[in-house]
C-alpha cells in the first residue's frame, strides 16, 4: 500500500554523500538554517481577525486552524496534495458550515487576504543580520506557497534576505520527510549541518525525528507534546537561535 511516508524517504536523508562539517571537538557546526514561517512572521493578526469576525463564535478560530493541519496530515498520508492556500480555504469552509456560522464573500476574502499580509516580528531583521555577519545561509522550508511567502516578506521588507523552499517542490506537507529533505537537497549539505527553526511544537518534533538539529522558537507559549523528541533548544526569540548558531560555530 502506498503512503506519503515512505520508508525510501527516510533513508535517502541518512544516506548522503555530503561532508559533515564539525569543529576540533566532533560538535558539527551550522552551515545554514531553515525556517518555517512562523518564526519570522506574527500570526496573531489572524486570530484576531477572527475574532472580530465572528465574536460570537470562540471556537472558530481553534478549529479552523486544527481543521488546517488535519488537512496537511491527511492530504499528505493519502496522497492527495494541494496547495497550503487551497488547504486553508477549504478548512475555513468546513468551519462555517460545521459551527453554522452565515460567512458573507467579503469575509472571506478578509480572511484568506491576512494570510499574505503578515509583518515579521520585531526581532527578525536584527537576527538576520547577525546570522548573515556569521556566513549563515537562511532559507523558509514551510508548508506555505512560496507566493505567500514571498508576499509576507515584500510586507515586511525582508524579501531579499531569504531562500524559499515551499512543500510545493515535492507535493508532502511536514513533517513528511521529503519536505523536511528540501533544505538538504537544496543547501547541498548533511543534515546536521543545518538548523531547523519551529514555530510549532509537533513542527519541531517531526524536524528532530528527521535528525535537524532544531531550534523552538517558542513565542506564544505552547506546551511540547509528547512525541519521544530529545535536545530540542527552545526560546521564545531569535537570540536562543543565534545563540546556539555562534555555538555551533565556536565548537
Known sequence: MKTGFSAAAWASSSLLSTAVFSGDNGVTRIKAIAFDAFPIFDPRPI????KATFPDN??????????IFAYTWLRTAGNRYVDFHTVIAQALEFTAKDQKVSMTS??????????QSLNAWPDVAGALD????????????????????????RNSGIEDRLEY?????????????????????????????????????????????FGYPTVWVNRLKFAPEKLDAAGIIEGQGMDVLVSFTEGRLRA
Open 130 to 153: 547577525e546570522l548573515d555577519r556569521l556566513g549563515i545561509r537562511t532559507a523558509f522550508l514551510s508548508n506555505f506557497t512560496e507566493q505567500m511567502l514571498r508576499a509576507n516578506a
Open 165 to 209: 523552499l515551499s512543500t510545493d517542490r515535492v507535493s508532502a506537507f511536514k513533517p513528511d520527510p521529503r519536505a523536511y529533505q528540501l533544505a538538504i537537497d537544496h543547501f547541498g549539505l548533511s543534515k546536521q549541518n543545518v538548523a531547523f527553526c519551529a514555530f510549532a511544537a509537533w513542527d519541531a518534533a517531526g524536524a528532530n525525528w
Open 58 to 67: 470562540p471556537a472558530f478560530g481553534s478549529q479552523w486552524f486544527s481543521k
Open 106 to 115: 467579503e469575509q472571506r476574502d478578509q480572511l484568506m487576504d491576512v494570510w
Open 47 to 50: 486570530f484576531g481577525l477572527v
